[in-house]
Nanobody, 120 residues
Framework: QVQFVESGGGLVQPGGSLKLSCVVS????????MGWYRQAPGKQRDFVAR???????NYADSMKGRFTISRDNAKNTVYLQMNNLKPEDTAVYYC??????????????WGQGTQVTVSS
């Protein structure tokens, strides 16, 4: 059973930075694409970024140029570097694996997430 442990969230002022980490267990991490999603209170969970097995990335439009997704296959870890944070980035951030055990399962399997709050 794949499991995700997200960390690195916190309270940051507008314009600040955070780096999120997600450690994955119970999976052959290196063969799957990985992604980050976020969910603000009262809203649906939205796509943030995705990284392929060879490092190809794509981002939601509002994150381009501010967020960077990366991965370390030796550590079974995916990262999300977030710069120039805005109050509208406030949400719980979740990572996922694009596999039948996680994102494509019914229902999708998620970790507990990590809270990011951007406020002065």
């Amino acid at each position: 059973q794949v499991q995700f442990v997200e960390s690195g969230g916190g309270l940051v002022q507008p314009g600040g930075s955070l780096k999120l980490s997600c450690v994955v267990s119970g999976s052959t991490f290196s063969i799957y694409e990985m992604g980050w999603y976020r969910q603000a209170p009262g809203k649906q969970r939205d796509f943030v970024a995705r990284i392929g097995t060879f490092g190809r990335t794509n981002y939601a439009d509002s994150m381009k140029g501010r967020f960077t997704i990366s991965r370390d296959n030796a550590k079974n870890t995916v990262y999300l570097q977030m710069n120039n944070l805005k109050p509208e980035d406030t949400a719980v951030y979740y990572c996922t694996e694009y596999s039948s055990q996680a994102y494509y399962s019914t229902p999708p399997s998620w970790g507990q997430g990590t809270q990011v709050t951007v406020s002065s």
